[in-house]
């Protein structure tokens, strides 16, 4: 089974593809644009999710979504529509990496996405070039909450990948941005997202028996869960920022 298509299943009961609950994502978009108004960039869309909360009662806002997958982008677009909200949206097909815009935007969202970019500082640095002056990011990636050891490497991850959360934060406003609020994502959090994953991506492989895939499905969300009980649970953090440049 392509990971793609693993993943747009598993997030089918937890649609935001990162550890944050309903109303941590309201609380991040309420500090993000307190007016409502402007024009809002989801670089790495996926489903649409975070469009279809900033778009929901601020009827000043546009958004514009960029995915490589078009076939996550006709999800976005069935979320809009199904959310009254499509008419305000475009949805492009685009490597986020290799996007370009006529003019810039008020908000830029870039949450889970630094892989795409390789690292947090490349992200905001492409961020940049697509932000008005005066306008605020909304950046997501890992940190680690403690050292890791051994069984963390052991499932994939470099111990250099990332910075402990007060090293992440100097990285960002060395770098000239200034956090206007912030939201280190809760255990509580990352257990609701790692068991929806497995979980959903699982009751799939179990209802559809006969699909040439279930097996496959069956064996990522049991590898998945795994790696996250026995490998990165309490040891790789979230943090979701809300930036703006300092000059």
Known sequence: MESQRAS???HGDHPIAAPLSDESVRRLLDRAMPDGTG??????CGQGQWLA?????????????VDVDAAILEQARQTLAGAGLLERVDLIVS???????????????A????????GLLPTLAAVREHLAPGGAVVV???FWERPPAARTLDVGFAADEYEDLATTVDQVTGDGWEPVYGHVS???????????????????????PDDSESGAALEIATRHRRDYLRGYRGTLGFVTLVLRRSA
Do not use: C, M, N, Q
């Open 39 to 44: 024009r809002v960039l989801d670089l790495g």
């Open 8 to 10: 747009a299943i598993a």
């Open 111 to 118: 949450v889970g996405v630094a892989h795409v970019f390789d």
């Open 140 to 142: 997501g990636d890992g």
């Open 186 to 208: 809760t255990a509580a959090e990352w257990d609701d997202y790692e068991f929806s994953w497995t979980g959903t991506l699982t009751r799939w492989a179990l209802d559809h």
């Open 53 to 65: 909360r900033a778009l929901d009662g601020r009827p000043g806002l546009r958004g514009t979504g």
């Open 95 to 109: 490597d986020a990496k290799g996007a370009s815009f006529p003019s810039p935007f008020e908000l830029v969202l």
